[in-house]
């Protein structure tokens, strides 16, 4: 934590960057620029220690999903690094975590905290602390009194129409006196020097929960085993009688899952025929069979080796049928994963389809930990810490994709075999546009390849004639988009779409 005065110093500095980069500008370079010189900060005022396993992380992927903004700038690569700079919050305020959950925590803590932290200081920069601590106290007790006025202020309006009158001009003439105002004040740049000054609080007036903080040093990736003041004989027979439930339980899930997976490995695996359906029903019936499996799975696993049982010398037999229930999940994890490879082998890649595959790999990711948790017996800290650090590490992987380019270039490549939805392309991302445009002549034959072969298409979306139209609008559009940018807004895909579709000199 840093000393008021130089906190307000480097809010004033944020904010006006902040502000400089951002407005009325695009998502692009600015934002590597802005979390470059933020980092600087933080590291010039000794407020980052590059030896702590935890920073080392979250700055790599601090700055990978900025760079990801920049030469890839998809929707995704913005919402994680937003996600990212969440994280590392919490990173900052406790950088010797054990597990993100504590981070994201303290975060999400500090959203608020960090405010009021820096009003504190601000509106008391220049006096004693005692008085300025009751000051401060006296106005936040004045918080609830106008809170409770302002509801039955609402009560009493919504009973009596005189009333009510009354209260709807005192806010029709604030109503006009503000808009007189806003007359003379830029909206939107206010709008970015508060987003400014928030986002710089939460950065430089962190604030921690002595609470979250303990609760993540007494955790711990092993399960310690609690000895129950009771009869031993009694003890023996309730793990016994439980045991016994657990065994039945999980050899009829089982038995029941290995049916499922004989069939779908007959079936999918090596039999699988395609009869010009649309395959909807095919891949996301499994998907959603696959979400219930494991969310069932987990919760069993966790339920019987949550305490004792771990401990029991007779429940071999329970592990053996845990690993088999683990196994044949992760067997029906690779049966949806065949059935969304033959979704994208008819009906070619969309966003869906893309984030089933990071899904699957999540999955057979969690279902190793649950297995790691029985075999080891480990802790359900450990499951949630090991799988949230996969999980964002596999966000930041996928940021990195510039996946509407991918999608575009690879559904007219495969347009011979595979169906081509035109509607679709044509809402992708200014980027692809290069691999969109094509002429109408293949657009046309697309079309009619398309109608032969999938006929229950048919009718059901745009034509090759108005998929042509809607491209070359956008092309209109990103044109006049990209000329008005500056250079704080720029990122290397439009770039790159820019000079294969206006560059003259290409």
């Not at 999955?363 to 649950?370: R, S």
């Amino acid at each position: 934590m840093i000393k008021k005065n130089k906190a307000l110093l480097w809010v004033a500095i944020s904010t006006a960057l902040f502000t400089l980069l951002f407005n009325n500008q695009w998502m692009g370079l600015n934002v590597l620029l802005f979390e470059s010189l933020i980092f600087g900060i933080l590291y010039y005022s000794k407020q980052i220690n590059l030896k702590n396993k935890n920073i080392v992380f979250i700055t790599l992927a601090y700055f990978i999903t900025a760079l990801a903004v920049v030469f890839v700038n998809s929707t995704l690569a913005i919402f994680i690094n937003i996600l990212i700079c969440f994280i590392a919050i919490g990173i900052l305020i406790f950088p010797e975590a054990k597990s993100l959950t504590t981070s994201m925590q303290l975060s999400f803590y500090n959203i608020f905290t960090s405010q009021s932290n820096a009003l504190y200081n601000i509106s008391n920069l220049n006096k004693d602390k005692k008085e300025s601590s009751s000051k401060f106290r006296r106005i936040r007790i004045f918080l609830i009194p106008i809170v409770i006025i302002i509801i039955f202020l609402i009560i009493y309006s919504n009973s009596n129409p005189v009333f009510e009158n009354i209260i709807s001009n005192i806010i029709d003439s604030v109503n006009k006196f503000l808009n007189n105002l806003f007359k003379y004040i830029d909206l939107d740049l206010s709008i970015i020097i508060i987003l400014g000054l928030l986002s710089s609080n939460i950065i430089f007036f962190r604030k921690s929960d002595s609470d979250i903080e303990m609760n993540d040093k007494n955790s711990s990736d092993f399960l310690q085993r609690i000895r129950k003041r009771v009869s031993r004989q009694l003890n023996l027979n309730s793990l016994t009688n439980e045991l016994k439930a657990a065994i039945f339980l999980l050899a009829i899930l089982n038995i029941i899952i290995l049916i499922l997976n004989t069939i779908d490995i007959y079936w999918v695996w090596f039999n699988f025929s395609w009869d010009g359906a649309l395959l909807k029903q095919f891949v996301h019936e499994g998907t959603y069979l696959l979400i219930l499996s494991i969310i069932i799975s987990i919760i069993i696993v966790l339920y019987y080796f949550r305490g004792n049982l771990n401990f029991y010398r007779n429940n071999l037999w329970l592990k053996r049928l845990s690993y088999a229930w683990l196994m044949q999940n992760a067997i029906l994890a690779i049966s949806v994963g065949i059935r969304n490879y033959w979704y994208i082998y008819y009906y070619s890649l969309a966003y869906k389809r893309i984030a089933v595959i990071v899904f699957l790999i999540l999955t057979l990711y969690g279902l190793y930990t649950v297995y790691q948790k029985v075999k080891d017996k480990k802790s359900a800290f450990y499951l949630i810490r090991s799988n949230l650090r996969f999980t964002v590490l596999m966000l930041v992987i996928s940021s990195l994709f510039n996946w509407d380019t991918i999608i575009a270039r690879y559904n007219f490549s495969q347009s011979h075999r595979a169906y081509v939805h035109f509607d679709f392309l044509a809402s992708l991302s200014y980027k692809a546009l290069p691999y969109l445009e094509k002429p109408l002549a293949e657009l046309t034959a697309i079309e009619k390849h398309q109608n032969n072969t999938f006929p229950l298409t048919r009718g059901l979306y745009i034509d090759a004639i108005e998929y042509k139209n809607r491209i070359e609008i956008k092309k209109t559009d990103f044109k006049k988009q990209w000329e008005s940018k500056s250079i704080l807004s720029w990122n290397y895909p439009e770039y790159i779409a820019y000079q294969k579709l206006f560059n003259t000199n290409k």
